[in-house]
């Protein structure tokens, strides 16, 4: 198997397109790579030279429970005669979708693709692998490419963490007019990533300066610095969480009411990292964002948002911390509203409707129409009414647990920020 998969390695190139169909190199390929490529219809073919292996699989991100377009897969590639292995889809839905190859069973990133961080579920669930990635544009809508309006920074900020005693790295966007206007200040949108994923991903997947340019170019949203940081906080070597993980596991149902698969050491961990990442938020990244940057300090101008884990992130932080946040966006955290309970969830706090909505400007709650969290946002909505909690409800139509739902959510969610 390792012979094999080296010699994939080495063997594996670009196969160039012969002929005159209507396809076209997908959006997302490395430069000068013909493959994948996107047909009109939006068919994907793919293409892979392996002439040493005996299979070739396509296998989509089966992270999060959900198809990402692509189908649950692994789906076979056929072998030509010149050991070029080919595969061509049935339609698949717009937006970026993540895969990579198996090669006789190992993973392998196609070689036309960019990579991409994210998770892939299964026995991989939390780590953040390196993928390839297909974008088939969806046709008519440009809300979320490049055009030709200002452009707003991406910077790379390192800081240093009491919290992780460690090194960290945020991305840090400030609109196109940051450095020429020197003594305006400004508010904040703190916006976390996926599971698997890491803070690159609101920039390379997320399309997350493109979709803020083209907002600010149009007189959509108000300008504003988005930090992006790394979701996961172990704590430093040698060290313990307070009170041990039982207390960790306690904290977290209290909070988010979900104590499924607790007894696994992955659990346990990733329980650990969520508190301790609520505490760097608080005492290291806030504090070092206002500090580099010429921001508007208070909790009336500071959001806190995130997609997935990040969602559920979003929502423990923020209602934990309303004297932080004034507004919180959950874009398909799944465990924020599958597991419910306005008796229990986040300490109780939705029983205080007064200080809920005296609090908070804005509480955003929103899913893929066809994801599995999308029923459990739609009896969390209609329980948040009843209640008296004031919030904006977004369902993206068509789309799954997938990056087309977020940039749609990100598009929704800002133009009502800081009004």
Same mark, same amino acid.
């Not at 076209?24 to 030279?49: C, I, K, M």
């Not at 906080?233 to 040698?238: K, Q, R, S, T, V």
């Not at 005492?283 to 070092?288: A, H, K, N, S």
């Given at each position: 198997?390792?012979?094999?998969l080296?010699?994939c390695?080495?063997?594996?190139s ?33 293409r ?5 292996a ?9 992270a ?5 377009g ?9 072998r ?5 292995w080919?595969?061509t ?23 036309g693709?960019e990579?991409?961080?994210a ?10 692998l ?10 008519g809508v440009?809300f979320?490419?490049?055009?030709d ?25 400030t ?5 020429r ?14 599971g ?24 959509k ?5 988005v930090v992006?940081?790394? =979701?996961?906080?172990?704590?430093p070597?040698?060290?313990q ?44 990244l ?26 559920e ?10 004297d932080?946040f ?7 955290g =799944?465990?924020?509203?599958?597991a ?19 609090k908070?400007?804005?509480?955003w ?33 068509g ?12 598009n ?8």
């Amino acid at each position: 198997m390792k012979r094999s998969l080296l010699l994939c390695m080495l063997a594996c190139s670009l196969t160039w397109a012969q002929g005159g169909d209507d396809s076209r190199p997908a959006p997302t390929n490395v430069r000068g790579a013909d493959y994948p490529r996107v047909h009109s219809d939006s068919r994907v073919t793919f293409r892979l030279e392996a002439p040493e292996a005996r299979r070739v699989q396509l296998q989509p991100n089966s992270a999060a429970e959900a198809e990402n377009g692509l189908g649950k897969g692994p789906s076979d590639l056929v072998r030509g005669k010149d050991g070029v292995w080919t595969l061509t889809t049935p339609p698949v839905v717009p937006g970026l979708h993540i895969y990579h190859f198996l090669v006789d069973g190992m993973p392998a990133i196609d070689p036309g693709s960019e990579t991409f961080m994210a998770g892939r579920g299964g026995a991989h669930y939390g780590e953040s692998l390196a993928n390839s990635g297909v974008e088939v544009p969806e046709k008519g809508v440009d809300f979320y490419l490049l055009k030709d309006v200002p452009h707003g920074v991406v910077q790379e900020l390192w800081y240093y963490s009491k919290v992780t005693a460690e090194w960290r790295r945020a991305f840090v966007y400030t609109p196109p007019e940051y450095d020429r206007n020197s003594r305006a200040r400004y508010p904040v949108l703190y916006l976390q990533h996926g599971g698997g994923d890491n803070e690159s991903g609101w920039v390379r997947q997320g399309r997350m300066s493109f979709i803020m340019d083209n907002l600010l170019a149009a007189k959509k949203a108000v300008s504003m610095l988005v930090v992006m940081e790394r =979701g996961y906080a172990n704590p430093p070597a040698g060290t313990q969480p307070p009170g041990g993980a039982a207390s960790a596991l306690t904290a977290w149902t209290a909070i988010a009411g979900d104590s499924a698969g607790a007894s696994s050491a992955f659990r346990v961990q990733d329980l650990v990292s969520r508190l301790r990442f609520e505490d760097l938020v608080i005492r290291d990244l806030i504090p070092t964002i206002d500090a580099r940057y010429r921001t508007i300090a208070d909790r009336e101008h500071r959001a806190i948002a995130g997609l997935s884990r990040g969602g559920e992130q979003a929502m423990q932080i923020g209602l934990a911390h309303l004297d932080t946040f004034a507004s919180i966006g959950d874009f398909s955290g =799944g465990s924020s509203a599958r597991a419910f309970n306005p008796e229990t969830s986040n300490n109780g706090i939705f029983k205080k409707v007064d200080v809920l909505n005296s609090k908070l400007k804005l509480l955003w709650v929103g899913s893929g129409e066809a994801e599995e969290p999308a029923y459990h946002y739609r009896r969390f909505h209609e329980t948040l009414d009843k209640l008296g909690i004031r919030h904006v409800f977004y369902e993206s139509p068509g789309t799954s647990h997938e990056w087309l739902t977020w940039w749609r959510h990100l598009n929704q969610f800002v133009p009502h920020l800081f009004r």
